[in-house]
């Protein structure tokens, strides 16, 4: 099966620095990711698309100065989040979907999560 | 456009059956739903694109209503190992080359006691 993978798998920082957050299709090529966020006991929030060599697109709200992403493989997204402050200590999803065709049902597949705590 | 899941929580003895509902005020292209335990990251369970579609595996199954305005989750007889968050996702319009994300729905919490 389709597996995605995140790295690392929790994160803990102090105030002010930025984290990297890693995300991988391991088996297959994904022309866009899709990064969430979900707070404690809530849903997943979707902060943005991801695409492969453009430019993300942001949610409403969500500052794409102070959460960087890159694409810049088949395989590979980044989430840095820049200037880390307690209150984006959350719990961060990446998922991606295959090449138009390459799954029978065109699902998304979610990587394990990466749990952020900013000191 | 978040669509609304019902009911908010639901608790169960082991055995029991379970319905959870997704709507939306406007037709959707697809649902797909997700089962997430505390900590960890959603597991897929299933995709349903076509209006009337029901489809199942094991003892879960899901159905999407003609009008493609409703999805129902289906638990039957459910184990303990069902607990969790369960979740809707859903397309709008038709994914153009994959890159149209799920809006989820706040979540369904199940929980089953022995």
């Known amino acids: 099966g389709a597996v995605v993978s995140q790295h690392p798998s929790w994160v803990i920082c102090k105030s002010g620095t930025s984290v990297k957050i890693e995300c991988r299709s391991l088996?297959?090529?994904?022309?866009?990711m899709f990064w969430y966020r979900q707070f404690p006991k809530q849903s997943l929030m979707l902060m943005a698309t991801s695409n492969e060599g453009s430019k993300a697109t942001y949610e409403q709200g969500v500052e794409k100065d102070k959460f960087l992403i890159n694409h810049a493989s088949l395989t590979l997204s980044t989430l840095t989040v820049t200037s880390a402050h307690p209150e984006d200590s959350s719990f961060y999803i990446c998922?991606?979907?295959?090449?138009?065709?390459?799954?029978?049902?065109?699902?998304?597949?979610f990587g394990p999560g990466t749990r952020l705590t900013v000191l | 456009q978040q669509p609304v899941q019902s009911p908010q929580a639901v608790i169960l003895r082991e055995g029991e059956d379970a319905v959870i509902n997704c709507s939306s005020s406007?037709?959707?292209?697809?649902v797909h739903w997700y089962r997430q335990k505390h900590g960890e990251a959603p597991v897929f369970l299933m995709i349903?694109?076509?209006?009337?579609e029901q489809k199942g595996h094991e003892k879960i199954s899901a159905s999407f209503n003609e009008k493609k305005q409703q999805s129902s989750l289906y638990l039957t007889a459910s184990q303990l190992s069902y607990s969790g968050t369960y979740f809707c996702g859903t397309e709008s319009w038709a994914p153009n080359s994959g890159n149209t994300p799920l809006v989820f729905g706040k979540g369904t919490r199940l929980s089953v006691i022995a």
């Open positions: 088996d297959f090529q994904a022309t866009t």
């Open positions: 349903l694109l076509k209006g009337g």
């Open positions: 998922s991606a979907r295959g090449l138009a065709g390459a799954f029978l049902d065109n699902e998304q597949f």
């Open positions: 406007k037709a959707l292209y697809s």
